[in-house]
């Protein structure tokens, strides 16, 4: 099977889809960005169960690159996946940390039985990420990954966004 990638202008807490993806931080209480936005659109019922998580296996917080699903709430989405990217570096090569945050979120969406994922520009905000990078980063990664997800979805918030994406898809 053929896994598609597809591009969306928009805001990730649109998306019909079986998972978006949230760029959360460590603690998963929310924040800004996108982890705002998806605790905001979605309730309160994505916070509670972040909040049995960080009570439980991820006390000390959701390690860079790794990433963990809840429910949606009232997203229209079926579940968020949290994955926590690394915050860019001009002297420590970070990459296979950001690369791993698309892989474990595929990993995640694989045991969700998830079929469509939306990804957001993981880093490439407040953690500083270049954005030509982020994305090359982001569709190789997809590419190179085995999922069982017929449509991986990458929705950029903006017009710079989308141009750095699609030269990566072209």
């Known amino acids: 099977m053929t896994t598609t990638l597809t591009l969306v202008r928009g805001s990730i807490t649109d998306q019909e889809v079986d998972a978006v993806v949230n760029a959360a931080n460590s603690s998963l209480l929310g924040g800004g960005g996108v982890d705002g936005a998806i605790h905001r659109r979605g309730g309160p019922g994505i916070l ?3 909040r049995a998580l960080r ?3 991820y006390g000390k917080g959701l390690p860079t690159g790794k990433a963990v699903a809840t429910t949606a709430g009232d997203l ?3 579940h968020v996946i949290h994955t926590v990217g690394p915050v860019w570096s001009a002297t420590e090569d970070r990459s296979d940390l950001l690369a791993s945050c698309y892989r474990e979120s595929l990993r995640v969406a694989d045991e969700l039985g998830a079929r469509t994922v939306a990804f ?3 880093s490439t905000g407040v953690y500083r990420w270049p954005l030509d990078d982020g994305a090359r980063i982001a569709v190789e990664t997809a590419r190179a990954t085995r999922t069982a997800a017929e449509e991986i979805r990458f929705v950029l918030f ?3 966004a989308y141009t750095a994406f699609a030269a990566q898809i072209d």
């Open 48 to 50: 509670a169960e972040c």
């Open 55 to 57: 009570a439980g296996h």
């Open 76 to 78: 229209p989405a079926r």
């Open 120 to 122: 957001p520009a993981i």
């Open 158 to 160: 903006d017009d710079r």
